[in-house]
């Protein structure tokens, strides 16, 4: 009897440190670790690649119809490769894009060369500016991943009076072409990945940025569509780049290419093999959130 109650003990005490790991484990998955993904060149390939850009609408609202004055210094707040950092390019004198990731800073030099952009390691909490001395800061899909709090006190600091800060974000993206295939994509987005990503994302991109406290009293909100081309094999290379996925492996132990075979599994649940052969139609929401900070008076 002593054995089996000494067994039985053990085996209690082994459930719980199993199910302590898996916690420690979805805890670190789940909170806000961002210096810690997007660090793999082949992922930042994958990001850069796949990725949306910042639409030349929302730039040229920020431009035209936010501004008072032509842009002199952009900075672009968790620029990742820099995709919507060169969009600017032709818009202001200066660019600068800022990520915390020296892997994807690295990918952003060696893809865009111009002479007025360039990128530094940096963070949100210590943007690379002088006080007043910047017209325009963005965040393209990446404020879920700020120190808000930090971060808003880094676009006081150095905007100029009359300055705009704009939050984008594209959450969700559908497919156009194939209910099957969409309804797969929802089901991967959230619930099979869900819990892998921040809970913080969740939140941000259920409201589509539009729940963050903006600084500042001028507030405006801009939405357009993107539809962009994509094939079945680009669209797992596109779920291969999101945290959730990198989160998920990690967990699981897989690699990259066995982490794609299994969401290839799962989203073969929902369509037939056909579709993976047919060319496609990603759908987004893009929104922008922007702030204007107050003119000086005079």
């Given at each position: ?51 949306p850009r910042l639409p030349f609408e929302h730039v040229e609202t920020i431009v035209n119809k936010l501004l008072i004055r ?229």
């Amino acid at each position: 009897m002593r054995l089996q109650y000494a067994q039985r003990l053990e085996l209690l005490h082994l459930h719980k440190m199993k199910w302590l790991r898996f916690a420690s484990r979805r805890f670190i998955a789940t909170t806000m670790h961002p210096e810690k993904l997007f660090v793999n060149s082949d992922l930042s390939q994958r990001y850069a690649k796949y990725r949306p850009r910042l639409p030349f609408e929302h730039v040229e609202t920020i431009v035209n119809k936010l501004l008072i004055r032509a842009p002199k210094l952009w900075i672009d707040v968790g620029c990742g490769p820099g995709n919507s950092t060169q969009q600017i390019i032709g818009y202001s004198q200066k660019i600068i894009g800022v990520d915390i990731s020296e892997t994807q800073i690295e990918a952003a030099i060696k893809t865009h060369d111009h002479p007025s952009l360039s990128f530094v390691k940096g963070s949100c909490a210590a943007i690379p500016a002088e006080d007043e001395s910047v017209d325009v800061i963005t965040a393209v899909q990446a404020a879920h991943y700020f120190d808000l709090p930090a971060f808003f006190a880094e676009v006081s600091r150095t905007l100029k009076p009359g300055g705009v800060v704009s939050l984008i974000c594209y959450p969700d993206p559908t497919i156009k072409t194939s209910t099957s295939l969409s309804s797969a994509l929802d089901y991967i987005n959230h619930q099979f990945l869900g819990d892998y990503f921040p809970d913080v994302r969740k939140k941000y991109f259920s409201t589509r940025y539009t729940s963050i406290d903006l600084p500042f009293d001028r507030h405006t909100e801009h939405t357009i569509d993107l539809d962009i081309p994509i094939s079945y094999p680009e669209l797992l290379d596109l779920i291969s780049s999101w945290s959730g996925f990198q989160n998920y492996c990690n967990e699981q132990g897989l690699s990259v290419e066995d982490g794609v075979s299994v969401i290839d599994r799962e989203m073969m649940k929902f369509c037939s093999h056909s579709v993976a052969k047919d060319d496609h139609v990603l759908s987004y929401t893009c929104t922008m959130v922007s702030a204007v900070k107050e003119d000086a008076i005079e």
